[in-house]
């Protein structure tokens, strides 16, 4: 089993830069695959970012790509979503979710955390 637990998020304007944490416990997870995705109201939720735990390899949306670095701390446990250049239509809640494959499919994540509000105003 594995517990992720997010912070950070907010509301800046467009153009501005928010950042996200997402502290992992439990099993080991160094073999999972971390990954972000968004759900904007009436929207179904949409993969963002993923980066491979034992190697750090990382894809990203092409939505996001350049504005958006995913990262990891090992020794903490913690992934990381720094969002810079933020536009209206990055508002939604993120989640943070675990798999065991490098996958961009919802289906492929097992654990998920709680949510985070970003909001992005024009």
């Known amino acids: 089993q594995v517990q992720l637990v997010e912070s950070g998020g907010g509301l800046v304007q467009a153009g501005g830069s928010l950042g996200l944490s997402c502290a992992a416990s439990?099993?080991?997870?160094?073999?999972?695959?971390m990954g972000w995705f968004r759900q904007a109201p009436g929207k179904e939720r949409e993969f963002v970012a993923l980066i491979n735990w034992s190697r750090g390899s990382t894809y990203y949306a092409d939505s996001v790509k350049g504005r958006f670095t995913i990262s990891r701390d090992n020794a903490k446990n913690t992934e990381y979503l720094q969002m810079n250049s933020l536009k209206p239509e990055d508002t939604a809640v993120y989640y943070c979710?675990?798999?065991?494959?490098?996958?961009?499919?919802?289906?492929?994540?097992?654990?998920w955390g709680q949510g985070g509000q970003v909001t992005v105003s024009s």
């Open positions: 439990g099993r080991t997870f160094r073999s999972y695959t």
């Open positions: 979710a675990a798999g065991l494959y490098a996958s961009t499919a919802r289906a492929q994540y097992a654990y």
